[in-house]
């Protein structure tokens, strides 16, 4: 079973459906898939070591209203708290817990965000992204459809999701 966090196109192939040929022909493509995965994790390797703990946790917030949250014009988007902890943030974008908590109270000074029990709101998307340095995604840019590199914040809160339900056999 699988379940996809935003939109998705799914083929189904048995390995029978596919002859040396086709194999083949695919090869390419997969060459290019694993060299773009290499250039993206190098890309966020770099963005990680020569940003703050503020750049990386307005980056990872506007990078989960992305993929899991949700939108109310270019300039506000919301995220359920449960979707990461903030320890769990904290691994993802390689700080300490305290320094994603200084980053979000920081925020909610600046008038950027809302906490809320149950979610958080981004008032001020452009200045959260200003502030990250880049457009959608950490690192650069977001540009479609370049496959996501390891760790992938939608694996993250896929595993985080899991890990909550106490589903571990689906890792």
Request: proline share 4%; aromatic share 2%; with cysteine.
């Amino acid at each position: 079973t699988a379940v996809a966090l935003t939109a998705a196109r799914v083929t189904e192939l048995q390995v029978e459906e596919l002859d040396v040929l086709e194999r083949v022909q695919l090869l390419p493509s997969a060459v290019e898939l694993v060299a773009a995965q290499v250039r993206e994790r190098e890309d966020r390797a770099v963005y990680l070591r020569g940003s703050s703990a503020q750049q990386r946790v307005a980056a990872c917030l506007c990078e989960l209203v992305r993929l899991v949250g949700r939108t109310s014009g270019p300039h506000r988007g919301r995220v359920e708290r449960g979707v990461l902890t903030q320890q769990e943030m904290a691994q993802y974008i390689g700080c300490a817990r305290d320094a994603v908590n200084k980053a979000l109270a920081s925020f909610v000074r600046s008038g950027w965000i809302e906490l809320s029990a149950d979610h958080i709101t981004l008032v001020d998307v452009p200045a959260l992204r200003l502030l990250a340095g880049r457009g959608t995604t950490l690192g650069r840019p977001h540009v479609s459809p370049r496959p996501s590199a390891g760790p992938d914040l939608r694996d993250v809160v896929r595993r985080a999701t899991r890990a909550r339900r106490g589903d571990f056999a689906a890792s």
